[in-house]
């Protein structure tokens, strides 16, 4: 399971799940926008902790290192940051192509 | 909200062996889940700590996936209330951490952790884990089911070697605390405090005279199943059985604070179940038939006694002469009671059945005792 230029292999046997995993991460997305708007930095640090969990589990690793960042941005209340990771991890969910092996 | 439950049952694998994932995020309890599944394994899930423990409780799992990070509860207050229970202690559980999160790993074994899982999760590392914990909880199953079945075997053993001598009901209670007291028959001989009581026959002789062999041998194993049976009903202790009498002890070899009201109880009970009895082989056999009986309580010797060839659970001393010299003079349907033992049975015992006999000079003792003499209802006569 490897990230290469947007496309990940993910394990045959979970095609089931990923349906479902992509349409909790694109809701993920909006969580994070509101959260930032509201200035909630222990939830946003909470979101980035559960996309670091879930995101490389299933063999996204770029979403387990956006998960990363927005985690330790939350620590430091970095709007910016933040703002920049919701940003690429909106993008990358809108191109990432998934080949099961 | 998402869009995957991460509450309730996600499986229904044939196995036995029942996996518990805890994790508020239902994809990551989806995923885990379905790893667990294709190695066929029963997976159920929580979204919260709350919800885990209720599960817990309620149908115990054989291992725990417990999330660290959960809202509410967390994953290590679970922990620690899971191993805190008695009833639970015992039920395996994989804390789930981030990789770099070493002071999570120190509280999770504060809390009683079993193991820990990093996330994100490697499919290879979850399955390897949990097969290596399977293997532990078949293995302590295994050996506890090995210690039930030898634990059944020796309280049969112990229950069959003791009900020779008492009631089956007294036997599963010696065998219950074996384990906690020791075997009561085993220890040295010892001075204690107990009731005797001897019952025999009166117009056994005339019996064996009237009949053949055969029919003297089924007579007597009817007579002695009707006093056997009376005296378990008050878990009284047989120490003795010879020709057609039968020695019974109280208070031995367990404390009984009522024992001679167990004894007296026992003797009216050997009576009433005799009588049908003897009106039975009057009838069949012309013969007049009953018990007596001599009961006193006192300090006596209880031990093994006899040589490495032969030896016999027996109790010896004065009660126990006491007891046989005021059988012999019982007549059929009569209960002499030693002094002693009648202040501790006078409640009992109707003024009008009971008669005294003043001090009677016993064969073989030096001075004479306070006897008297009930009418237990019996009233057939040598």
Same mark, same amino acid.
């Given at each position: 399971?490897?990230?290469?230029?947007?496309?990940?292999?993910?394990?045959?046997?979970?095609?089931?799940?990923?349906?479902?995993?992509?349409?909790?991460?694109?809701?993920?997305?909006?969580?994070?926008?509101?959260?930032?708007?509201?200035?909630?930095?222990?939830?946003?640090?909470?979101?980035?902790?559960?996309?670091?969990?879930?995101?490389?589990?299933?063999?996204?690793?770029?979403?387990?290192?956006?998960?990363?960042?927005?985690?330790?941005?939350?620590?430091?209340?970095?709007?910016?940051?933040?703002?920049?990771?919701?940003?690429?991890?909106?993008?990358?969910?809108?191109?990432?192509?998934?080949?099961?092996? | 909200?998402?869009?995957?439950?991460?509450?309730?049952?996600?499986?229904?694998?044939?196995?036995?062996?029942?996996?518990?994932?805890?994790?508020?995020?239902?994809?990551?309890?989806?995923? #885990?889940?379905?790893?667990?599944?294709?190695?066929?394994?029963?997976?159920?899930?929580?979204?919260?700590?709350?919800?885990?423990?209720?599960?817990?409780?309620?149908?115990?799992?054989?291992?725990?996936?417990?999330?660290?990070?959960?809202?509410?509860?967390?994953?290590?207050?679970?922990?620690?209330?899971?191993?805190?229970?008695?009833?639970?202690?015992?039920?395996?559980?994989?804390?789930?951490?981030?990789?770099?999160? %070493?002071?999570?790993?120190?509280?999770?074994?504060?809390?009683?952790?079993?193991?820990?899982?990093?996330?994100?999760?490697?499919?290879?590392?979850?399955?390897?884990?949990?097969?290596? #914990?399977?293997?532990?909880?078949?293995?302590?199953?295994?050996?506890? %089911?090995?210690?039930?079945?030898? +634990?059944?075997?020796?309280?049969?053993?112990?229950?069959?070697?003791?009900?020779?001598?008492?009631?089956?009901?007294? &036997?599963?209670?010696?065998?219950?605390?074996?384990?906690?007291?020791?075997?009561?028959?085993?220890?040295? &001989?010892?001075?204690?405090?107990?009731?005797?009581?001897?019952?025999?026959?009166?117009?056994?002789?005339?019996?064996?005279?009237?009949?053949?062999?055969?029919?003297?041998?089924?007579?007597?194993?009817?007579?002695? &199943?009707?006093?056997?049976?009376?005296?378990?009903?008050?878990?009284?202790?047989?120490?003795?059985?010879?020709?057609?009498?039968?020695?019974?002890?109280?208070?031995?070899?367990?404390?009984?604070?009522?024992?001679? +009201?167990?004894?007296?109880?026992?003797?009216?009970?050997?009576?009433?179940?005799?009588?049908?009895?003897? &009106?039975?082989?009057?009838?069949?056999?012309?013969?007049?038939?009953?018990?007596?009986?001599?009961?006193?309580?006192? +300090?006596?010797?209880?031990?093994?006694?006899?040589?490495?060839?032969?030896?016999?659970?027996?109790?010896?001393?004065?009660?126990?002469?006491?007891?046989?010299?005021?059988?012999?003079?019982?007549?059929?349907?009569?209960?002499?009671?030693?002094?002693?033992?009648?202040?501790?049975?006078?409640?009992?015992?109707?003024? +009008?059945?009971?008669?005294?006999?003043?001090?009677?000079?016993?064969?073989?003792?030096?001075?004479?005792?306070?006897?008297?003499?009930?009418?237990?209802?019996?009233?057939?006569?040598?």
């Amino acid at each position: 399971m490897t990230d290469d230029n947007r496309t990940v292999i993910v394990a045959k046997d979970l095609a089931d799940l990923i349906p479902v995993f992509f349409r909790n991460r694109q809701k993920e997305v909006e969580t994070l926008r509101a959260a930032l708007a509201a200035g909630d930095f222990e939830q946003l640090r909470q979101l980035g902790h559960r996309m670091k969990g879930v995101g490389n589990s299933y063999g996204f690793v770029k979403v387990s290192e956006l998960g990363k960042r927005v985690e330790d941005s939350a620590r430091s209340a970095d709007k910016a940051g933040i703002d920049g990771c919701i940003g690429e991890y909106a993008d990358y969910l809108s191109k990432v192509q998934i080949v099961y092996e | 909200m998402n869009d995957r439950s991460s509450d309730g049952s996600t499986a229904a694998a044939e196995t036995a062996y029942r996996v518990l994932v805890v994790d508020d995020d239902p994809d990551m309890a989806a995923f #885990l889940s379905h790893l667990l599944q294709g190695e066929g394994l029963s997976v159920e899930t929580a979204a919260d700590g709350a919800s885990a423990l209720m599960q817990v409780m309620t149908a115990p799992p054989d291992l725990v996936l417990l999330d660290v990070m959960m809202p509410g509860t967390s994953g290590f207050e679970v922990c620690r209330q899971i191993k805190g229970d008695e009833a639970t202690a015992l039920i395996p559980i994989v804390l789930v951490t981030a990789l770099e999160d %070493s002071e999570s790993r120190v509280r999770g074994i504060e809390a009683g952790a079993d193991d820990f899982l990093s996330k994100p999760v490697k499919r290879e590392e979850l399955i390897a884990r949990v097969k290596t #914990l399977r293997r532990l909880h078949d293995t302590r199953k295994e050996l506890e %089911s090995r210690r039930l079945a030898a +634990e059944v075997q020796r309280k049969e053993a112990i229950r069959k070697a003791f009900s020779r001598y008492i009631s089956p009901r007294l &036997a599963d209670r010696i065998a219950d605390a074996a384990g906690e007291h020791g075997d009561p028959f085993q220890g040295r &001989a010892q001075r204690t405090s107990l009731v005797a009581l001897f019952a025999d026959l009166r117009g056994f002789t005339r019996l064996t005279e009237k009949n053949e062999v055969g029919a003297v041998v089924a007579m007597l194993n009817e007579y002695f &199943a009707v006093l056997t049976e009376a005296a378990y009903q008050h878990d009284g202790t047989i120490f003795n059985m010879a020709g057609d009498s039968l020695l019974v002890g109280f208070n031995v070899p367990f404390a009984q604070p009522d024992a001679a +009201e167990r004894a007296w109880r026992t003797a009216l009970e050997m009576v009433a179940r005799f009588g049908p009895v003897a &009106a039975a082989w009057r009838e069949r056999h012309g013969l007049s038939v009953g018990v007596g009986i001599g009961m006193c309580a006192g +300090e006596a010797i209880i031990g093994n006694v006899g040589s490495t060839h032969y030896a016999s659970y027996t109790i010896i001393g004065n009660p126990v002469n006491t007891a046989a010299r005021l059988m012999q003079m019982a007549a059929a349907g009569e209960v002499l009671v030693c002094g002693p033992l009648y202040e501790r049975i006078r409640h009992l015992v109707p003024a +009008e059945r009971v008669a005294t006999r003043g001090d009677v000079k016993l064969r073989g003792k030096s001075e004479a005792i306070p006897v008297f003499a009930v009418r237990a209802g019996g009233r057939e006569q040598a």
